[in-house]
T-cell receptor, first 113, second 113 residues
Framework: EPEVTQTPSHQVTQMGQEVILRCVPISNHLYFYWYRQILGQKVEFLVSFYNNEISEKSEIFDDQFSVERPDGSNFTLKIRSTKLEDSAMYFC???????????FGNGTRLTVT | GNSVTQMEGPVTLSEEAFLTINCTYTATGYPSLFWYVQYPGEGLQLLLKATKADDKGSNKGFEATYRKETTSFHLEKGSVQVSDSAVYFCALLPTGGGNKLTFGTGTQLKVEL
């Protein structure tokens, strides 16, 4: 069964550094998402992306965050200048349609030191 | 705003025991409700869903009934197995809300022989 893949599985970075989290959504899916879960807290929506533009974003998704689909297969989340509070598990997801079930990746655990 | 509250874990059960994981929600209108499961080292997988009041979602022996009068969507299984050990997330999707899911904090289930 096709699946969403995320790399790396764990990333450690220093505060103030830029990080790029990578995702390969399922190939025929049109909608892409990033969610995150800070340890012990809820899974939170960050952003949705369709037709090469952001369709919705949460208040968490400030100017430090950006998303891009640089080619036909990858979907990336960039954090420009990481803060300690950005440490979390970041999940990428994709869906065939706007109301179709989401397929999630295994997540990238980001640790900011 | 929308919110989901789940019982805290970890929940530890013996194999073949009955499982209930409570989930209540706050939302306007008629949200869709979901249970996702995360097995160790894997991503979030959709376990079951219900899209309107009194609907029962079921999959792999798990069931949950959408109760609008109590704003609940409790997850149940009659006889758990060691392989059911995972983290279970309750989530809601607001009416007309695309795929911006609101998640609970997750409940870890451990099933022992």
């Amino acid at each position: 069964e096709p699946e969403v893949t995320q790399t790396p599985s764990h990333q450690v970075t220093q505060m103030g550094q830029e990080v790029i989290l990578r995702c390969v959504p399922i190939s025929n899916h049109l909608y892409f998402y990033w969610y995150r879960q800070i340890l012990g807290q809820k899974v939170e929506f960050l952003v949705s992306f369709y037709n090469n533009e952001i369709s919705e974003k949460s208040e968490i998704f400030d100017d430090q965050f950006s998303v891009e689909r640089p080619d036909g297969s990858n979907f990336t989340l960039k954090i420009r200048s990481t803060k300690l509070e950005d440490s979390a598990m970041y999940f990428c997801a994709s869906s065939e349609g706007r109301n179709s079930p989401l397929h999630f990746g295994n997540g990238t655990r980001l640790t900011v030191t | 705003g929308n919110s989901v509250t789940q019982m805290e874990g970890p929940v530890t059960l013996s194999e073949e025991a009955f499982l209930t994981i409570n989930c209540t929600y706050t939302a306007t209108g008629y949200p869709s409700l979901f249970w996702y499961v995360q097995y160790p080292g894997e991503g979030l997988q959709l376990l079951l869903k219900a899209t309107k009041a009194d609907d029962k979602g079921s999959n792999k022996g798990f069931e949950a009934t959408y109760r609008k009068e109590t704003t609940s969507f409790h997850l149940e299984k009659g006889s758990v197995q060691v392989s059911d050990s995972a983290v279970y997330f309750c989530a809601l999707l607001p009416t007309g809300g695309g795929n911006k899911l609101t998640f609970g904090t997750g409940t870890q289930l451990k099933v022992e022989l």
